[in-house]
């Protein structure tokens, strides 16, 4: 196997993907005494190429590393990135390959590698949970971390209105409004339906007594009595 | 259908809590009568949103606390990788003396887990009196971590650009005097884990994962290289002070010849993985080069020049189970991270979990669960529903374990006739 350079790598996915090649970051640093390199590459290109330069990193070689997926909201858009370590195996010689992709936030979707990469199927699965980025064709769409009972159509990492924000518990440095104050505190998901229109659905079948039943009412009661009189609580 | 309603598999799930490992997980066996047929992985009990709180709640420096609690054991590698990663990001490069100090507490680590990890095996196959020796051992360690960081478990050694406490010239005898201690038994160790009967019996040809496997599913850490794939993070990438050093990534072959990838061979790597760690600390500590260990004391300037900073870093790192990873992308402005990604290594580790328990035995579950050494718990209760009649019944981990340890006097019994 012939081990290239991070600017021959780049190079070669220039020539391979033409336009559909965005742009690219070489990072570099030497290390401790003996001043051996640490590099890492960024690859930037268009969802059209993605699996094509899947397939040209498999190329660099076989059973490339990947490491995970990570995914940042961006606020129109959501930036993926593909974690790989290639050239593994051979004394310093190892590479971080990030292959960078930005997906607009009307057509989150992403084709799946798991034909090629077949242990890339827990990080697909968490990046449909958690940023709500549908993988297409994903042999196990289940979810991986969140629990069963979570609410369709919110994105912990999300930071628009799809995020978690009102199901958190208040938290130093988070501001809750004040009349949802015993809400945030009875139950996680009581406080969604407050806001009305965003997940009644869901919720309405999944656990129709969170959302209009008594008990919610005199937990929330129960709550607010405690905080005007804190100290009778036992 | 005559066959179908002959047929008797059942589910077990296994899990999700045990208090001996140390993290709920959740395996779902769907066996007949004694053989594992498939086998599903639940994960998910502990999400405790260590990323989230990282990205919305604390300031950088804050996160290498948090980072340190991901995980009990691996408190050194995660905040390694973290600070690498936020270092990238913001340009700042740490002085080589801290690069020898963070390689000399991540060895450490290294050995205090995989003979952790050792007890832990020994105890899943009913050998205890190996599962005591091996603990009491490993005491040694810890003291050792103990008497450099000032803590046993979280050691609050990193700093970005630095690491928050030297490693004295003072200090070093004592170290020696430890690493001493641990290669005049290593040999012992050798002999107990790699030469007797009851273990031999138990982990050879068990729990199989095959190098393609290995290679398809992304096994890392000594899963993968006792499997054959030559990746340890320590040896491909410059980092720490490894990049200074000759290291070679070590598989089962050096002592048996051939590669199997059982549970035999895993523990053949990590064995002479704390052998391949004292080596790194001596050689640390011959090779330290004076100077400074923090390039920015000052806690409040650094903050400084991270909340101005833009930029984003991945810092690779290898921990006692495999390469951890963190992403870190850093917002000119903003207090806390842009985004920050975790990945520990066990992430990768249990997609090998259906490959190498299928065809298996129940009573294999804990041993050859445990010999990826996951940072999971498992295995406390088990329910078996038998599917014709729906029925529950309720499988505790000690009848779990109680099945390992019996299957191990089985054999030998068997031995003895």
Redesign the interface.
């Known amino acids: 196997m012939e081990i290239l350079s991070p600017e021959e790598i780049v190079e070669s996915f220039k020539a391979a993907l033409g336009s559909s090649f965005i742009d690219s970051k070489i990072y570099q640093r030497e290390v401790a005494v003996k001043k051996n390199l640490f590099q890492a590459i960024w690859i930037y290109v268009k969802r059209d190429a993605f699996r094509q330069a899947v397939d040209l990193i498999s190329k660099l070689q076989e059973y490339p590393h990947l490491s995970i997926i990570s995914s940042s909201d961006l606020g129109d858009s959501v930036e993926l990135i593909y974690h790989f370590a290639i050239y593994y195996g051979h004394h310093l010689k190892g590479l971080s390959l990030g292959l960078c992709l930005s997906l607009p936030k009307n057509d989150l979707k992403i084709p799946t590698i798991t034909d090629l990469i077949p242990g890339a199927i827990f990080t697909e699965r968490e990046t449909q949970e958690m940023m709500g980025v549908e993988v297409v064709g994903i042999p196990d769409d289940r979810r991986l971390f969140l629990p069963e009972d979570f609410p369709e159509g919110v994105y912990p990492w999300r930071k628009d209105e799809t995020g978690p924000e009102d199901m958190l518990k208040v938290l130093p440095g988070h501001s809750c409004h004040s009349d949802s104050f015993a809400s945030c505190h009875s139950e996680p998901f009581a406080s969604c339906h407050s806001e009305g229109e965003k997940r009644p659905k869901n919720l309405a079948q999944d656990n129709p007594e969170l959302v209009s039943g008594e008990e919610s009412h005199t937990a929330q009661d129960r709550l607010r009595e405690e905080s005007q009189e804190p100290g009778e609580k036992k | 259908m005559k066959n179908k309603e002959m047929e008797t598999t059942y589910t077990i799930p296994v899990g999700p809590i045990h208090p001996a490992l140390k993290e709920p997980i959740r395996l779902d066996l769907k066996v007949d009568g004694e053989e594992i047929i498939d086998v599903d992985v639940a994960?998910?009990q502990v999400?405790r949103?260590i990323?989230?709180l990282g990205m919305?709640?604390n300031n950088p420096i804050q996160n290498i606390y948090l980072a340190e609690r991901v995980c009990g054991i691996c408190n050194i590698c995660h905040p390694f990788a973290y600070i690498m990663a936020v270092e990238?990001a913001a340009g700042i490069?740490p002085p080589?003396r801290a690069?020898?100090i963070r390689v000399v507490i991540a060895e450490m680590e290294r050995i205090h887990s995989h003979l952790l990890w050792a007890g832990v095996a020994a105890h899943e196959i009913g050998f205890d009196s190996v599962f005591y020796l091996v603990w009491r051992v490993r005491e040694k360690i810890m003291d050792l971590i103990e008497y450099v960081t000032g803590n046993r478990v979280t050691k609050a050694m990193f700093q970005i650009g630095g690491v928050r406490r030297d490693i004295t010239e003072e200090q070093f005898p004592q170290i020696r005097k430890t690493l001493d201690y641990y290669k005049t038994i290593f040999k012992q160790l050798k002999t107990v884990f790699l030469d007797d009967r009851t273990i031999r019996m138990r982990t050879k040809n068990v729990g199989v994962l095959k190098t393609e496997d290995a290679?398809?599913?992304?096994a890392?850490g000594p899963t993968g290289r006792a499997s054959g794939?030559?990746?340890?993070?320590r040896?491909?990438?410059?980092?720490?002070?490894y990049?200074?050093l000759?290291?070679?990534?070590i598989t089962p072959d050096i002592i048996t010849g051939t590669i199997v990838g059982d549970v035999y061979d895993r523990i053949i790597v990590r064995l002479l993985e704390v052998k391949q760690s004292i080596e790194i600390i001596e050689h640390c500590l011959d090779?330290m080069?004076p100077g400074a260990t923090l390039i920015e004391p000052k806690m409040a300037k650094l903050l400084k020049t991270l909340k101005t900073a833009e930029g984003?870093?991945?810092g690779?790192a290898e921990a006692p189970r495999g390469?951890v990873?963190h992403?870190v992308?850093l917002e000119a402005g903003r207090e806390t991270l842009?985004?920050w990604?975790i990945?520990a290594p066990t992430?990768?580790n249990?997609?090998s979990i259906p490959t190498i328990l299928k065809g298996g035995q129940i009573a294999d579950v804990p041993i050859v669960f445990a010999s990826i050494d996951p940072c999971m718990s498992c295995t406390n209760r088990a329910v078996v529903i038998d599917r014709k009649t729906n029925k529950k019944s309720i499988m505790t981990y000690e009848k779990l374990h109680q099945l390992s340890v019996e299957k191990t006097r089985r054999l030998s019994n068997g031995l003895v006739e």
């Open positions: 994960m998910g999400h949103g990323e989230w919305n709640r990238q490069t080589e690069e020898y290679l398809k599913l992304l890392c794939v030559t990746k340890d993070v040896q491909d990438q410059a980092y720490g002070a990049a200074d000759d290291i070679k990534a090779e080069p984003k870093g991945v690779r390469e990873i992403y992308r842009a985004t990604k990945r992430y990768l249990l997609m």
